[in-house]
């Protein structure tokens, strides 16, 4: 029997345990997280005794970074043919072909960046993004954005498909190394000064956006628009078996549909609209200013 997308929810919890077991990084990553770590961790222990606008018993969210494409984006990039274009042949177009020859790196790149700008003329907002946004604006929750594509194609989401305040830091691949690294989660929680387990990362790549917020010890969102992601170890027959032989496409790569290790997030969607109550339900949503100033308060007190 197929699992349900309410099952999905409920296994929420259990799906932080698993993923807290399976998640490692590279040591430069390791780093980075102990460099977020002590960089707030004075102010965390501050606002632990400190914040009145807390909710006992629940953990606190105090940021939201986001994938684009397909997540803030209804889906307008075909990644199996930019695959099949550049000749790619592992589960990563960006760091494979950053491993070629210099000649044969700069044609791949010039036919990703032609198609990445083919796909801005037909740019839509994904349903439910904006309302979403709005909801974390206000709240006072700062966002942030994490793509593999390019500056100029973040610029033309800004200018024409998002008519709120843009994503701050909006880091796209000029930023190394690339998702599924947890680098790039990592210095904007250090920009914030918010620890990563207090940022939820909401993608629709289980392979990149929840393999990288994972690494980073964030909570992580996997939007499934399509249905197409089962849960590793649950049973599956009739139509659903058929999908899991066929495999699901993650970014250009077909893979098992089956969510194992790495790839668990902590919660499914199939839609943006149920993300606010989700997270509602789950966490305490704090501003990081709404700590920061009876903490400082405080500190003035004490001088």
Not at 99 to 113: F, T
């Amino acid at each position: 029997m197929s699992t349900s997308l309410a099952a999905f929810h409920r296994l929420g919890q259990a799906s932080v345990v698993h993923s807290s077991r399976c998640r490692s990084a590279t040591t430069a990553a390791t780093a980075a997280a102990r460099a977020v770590t002590a960089a707030v961790g004075k102010r965390t222990v501050a606002m632990a005794s400190t914040s009145t606008n807390s909710t006992p018993g629940k953990p606190k969210l105090r940021g939201a970074v986001f994938d684009m494409d397909g997540t803030l984006t209804v889906p307008n990039l075909d990644f199996q043919e930019m695959y099949r274009r550049v000749g790619c042949l592992t589960k990563d177009i960006l760091s494979e072909i950053d491993g070629w020859p210099e000649d044969r790196r700069k044609r791949a790149n010039e036919v990703i960046y032609e198609m990445e700008q083919e796909a801005c003329a037909t740019m839509k907002a994904m349903p439910g993004a904006e309302p979403l946004g709005a909801f974390f604006d206000a709240r006072g929750i700062p966002r942030g954005l994490v793509t593999r594509n390019v500056q100029t194609s973040v610029a033309h989401f800004h200018a024409t498909a998002w008519p709120l305040p843009p994503f701050t830091p909006a880091l796209a691949r000029d930023f190394k190394p690339y998702k599924p690294a947890p680098d790039a989660l990592l210095h904007i929680c250090a920009k914030w000064g918010v620890h990563p387990s207090e940022v939820v990362m909401i993608g629709d790549s289980a392979k990149d956006d929840i393999v990288s917020g994972n690494r980073a010890g964030a909570i992580t969102v996997l939007l499934d628009t399509e249905g197409k992601w089962t849960m590793g170890g649950a049973e599956v027959e009739g139509d659903d078996a058929a999908r899991v032989a066929a495999g699901a496409t993650d970014n250009g790569t077909v893979t098992a549909p089956k969510l194992e290790g790495e790839m668990i997030p902590t919660f499914i969607v199939s839609s943006l609209n149920e993300v606010a109550e989700l997270l509602q339900r789950h966490y305490d949503l704090v501003a990081p200013e709404a700590d920061a100033a009876p903490a400082q308060a405080e500190g003035a007190v004490a001088n």
